[in-house]
């Protein structure tokens, strides 16, 4: 797991596996500068939420050190950008807080009880990872997209992203101007459409996501290294580019540069097996 802060308040932590990112997000009032500054004590440096997860049994159980070390106040809630399981680890990490995802990721899990613990364990039997308990999503928040999610005295945007599933949310730290842009916008991997997914609602994904990538200074997708806006932008281009061959020409589309390794080849057919 690597740890870096792309801002005072906002850090990233990186899975040594899936190289799947996880933010931690402090949002802070004016009367919280001392505190930012070192010169209170780090819990009264406003708020922080914990977006997404890592995955490996030892990084979760690192996250709460990670976070008293960076001097940032315990997580009062986690947010998750969508509902596939890779990203809803964080309540093995802080079992007694309360989740927060979009209305629509909300609906998803509920319609199947008990999908991302199946798929977890799945994923675990594979790899020989052992956990010490089981994940329970608990006490679910949902919140109302596109919208805005207070976190101390500041507030998160959250932005619709379907697409690559049927629900799910981009978060703008606008203080920050970074993106977490869930599993959109990786320099790494394709787009892919798993449940629900589809190309037109990914490339109106892509278009929502157009303006803030002239703003940001850090997009952190979901798997991948974290970006610049304009490194954002490219990919953007080539994944809209890549959608739109995929939607006229099936399996013959061709696929972004450096993006055409085994696995996205594998990507690819289960894409085009969809249309």
Same mark, same amino acid.
């Given at each position: 797991?690597?740890?870096?802060?792309?801002?005072?308040?906002?850090?990233?932590?990186?899975?040594?596996?899936?190289?799947?990112?996880?933010?931690?997000?402090?949002?802070?009032?004016?009367?919280?500068?001392?505190?930012?500054?070192?010169?209170?004590?780090?819990?009264?440096?406003?708020?922080?939420?914990?977006?997404?997860?890592?995955?490996?049994?030892?990084?979760?159980?690192?996250?709460?050190?990670?976070?008293?070390?960076?001097?940032?106040?315990?997580?009062?809630?986690?947010?998750?950008?969508?509902?596939?399981?890779?990203?809803?680890?964080?309540?093995?990490?802080?079992?007694? #807080? /309360? =989740? @927060?995802?979009?209305?629509?990721?909300?609906?998803?899990?509920?319609?199947?009880? $008990? +999908?991302?613990?199946? &798929? *977890?364990?799945?994923?675990?039997?594979?790899?020989?990872?052992?956990?010490?308990?089981? #994940? /329970? =999503? @608990?006490?679910?928040?949902?919140?109302?997209?596109?919208?805005?999610?207070?976190? $101390? +005295?500041?507030?998160? &945007? *959250?932005?619709?992203?379907?697409?690559?599933?049927?629900?799910?949310?981009?978060?703008?730290?606008?203080?920050?101007?970074?993106?977490?842009?869930?599993?959109?916008?990786?320099?790494?991997?394709?787009?892919?459409?798993? &449940?629900?997914?589809?190309?037109?609602?990914?490339?109106?994904?892509?278009?929502?996501?157009?303006?803030?990538?002239?703003?940001?200074?850090?997009?952190?997708?979901?798997?991948?290294?974290?970006?610049?806006?304009?490194?954002?932008?490219?990919?953007?281009?080539?994944?809209?580019?890549?959608?739109?061959?995929?939607?006229?020409?099936?399996?013959?589309?061709?696929?972004?540069?450096?993006?055409?390794?085994?696995?996205?080849?594998?990507?690819?057919?289960?894409?085009?097996?969809?249309?």
């Amino acid at each position: 797991m690597r740890a870096v802060a792309l801002d005072p308040d906002v850090l990233v932590v990186t899975s040594a596996l899936l190289h799947v990112n996880c933010v931690i997000v402090r949002g802070s009032g004016p009367g919280d500068r001392g505190a930012i500054a070192g010169q209170l004590p780090a819990e009264s440096a406003g708020e922080s939420f914990v977006i997404d997860s890592p995955v490996l049994p030892d990084e979760l159980d690192a996250l709460p050190a990670l976070i008293e070390q960076a001097r940032f106040p315990a997580p009062s809630g986690l947010l998750a950008t969508h509902g596939d399981w890779d990203h809803l680890l964080g309540r093995l990490a802080f079992s007694d #807080l /309360a =989740l @927060g995802c979009a209305e629509s990721t909300v609906e998803r899990l509920a319609a199947r009880p $008990g +999908g991302a613990q199946r &798929e *977890l364990r799945a994923f675990d039997e594979e790899l020989y990872i052992e956990r010490s308990r089981p #994940l /329970a =999503l @608990g006490s679910l928040q949902a919140l109302p997209v596109p919208g805005r999610c207070a976190i $101390g +005295g500041s507030e998160l &945007e *959250l932005h619709p992203a379907g697409g690559h599933t049927a629900d799910g949310m981009a978060i703008w730290i606008p203080w920050a101007r970074v993106l977490v842009a869930g599993d959109y916008l990786s320099p790494i991997e394709i787009p892919s459409l798993g &449940e629900g997914g589809s190309v037109d609602a990914y490339l109106a994904t892509l278009q929502r996501l157009g303006p803030l990538l002239a703003r940001a200074e850090h997009v952190v997708p979901g798997h991948g290294p974290v970006t610049d806006g304009s490194r954002a932008g490219e990919v953007l281009a080539q994944d809209v580019s890549y959608l739109r061959e995929l939607r006229s020409l099936g399996a013959d589309a061709e696929l972004p540069e450096g993006r055409r390794s085994g696995e996205q080849r594998r990507l690819h057919r289960e894409n085009a097996a969809l249309l």
